[in-house]
């Protein structure tokens, strides 16, 4: 984005995100769920806190990216440590390593409900999310996009339920 390669982009923000030279409009927020394998231990639970996971293997994305980011802030807010095992680049991957019991992932819920063979369950107390916006140079010119932190919104928006849709038919 600022190297101008692209126009605009959907990215995937943790609160603690500072785009500096881009401007960017929040879209949504879900909450972020674990998942689990079938027979581990804590996969009967119906919450868990964030400190019920700090000793298990974590499979996530790398550092530094959008997605991990909110998994990282999600426990220094609770002042836990965490140990990323696995760092992969697929969200098809997450769902391997949890289905053969290799690791926990922290994903987010709408992304868990397309996940076969895992459980997944609410973190508690405080629940992390994952935000999703728009976002584009701030030089762009006019643009729509304000530059400002917009309240990200709980509702599912029509263009990114059609989104979803197209994804959901060509992975199958």
Sequence with gaps: MQSRALDVALVGLAP???LEGVCHQMLQEEDLVAVLAPQHRLATRQRLPLAALQDEALVDFPRGTGARRQTDDAF???GLPHQVRFEVNLMELVERFVR???AVGIVPVRIAD??????????QPTRPARTSGLAAPADAGRT???RRRAQPRRRRLRP?????????????
Aim: glycine share 8%.
């Design 160 to 172: 990114l339920r059609k989104l979803r849709s197209i994804w959901s038919r060509q992975r199958r």
């Design 100 to 102: 053969h019991g290799l």
């Design 144 to 146: 729509r996009l304000r």
């Design 114 to 123: 397309g996940f076969e063979g895992v459980v997944q369950v609410p973190l």
């Design 16 to 18: 603690s995100a500072h």
């Design 76 to 78: 220094a807010a609770a």
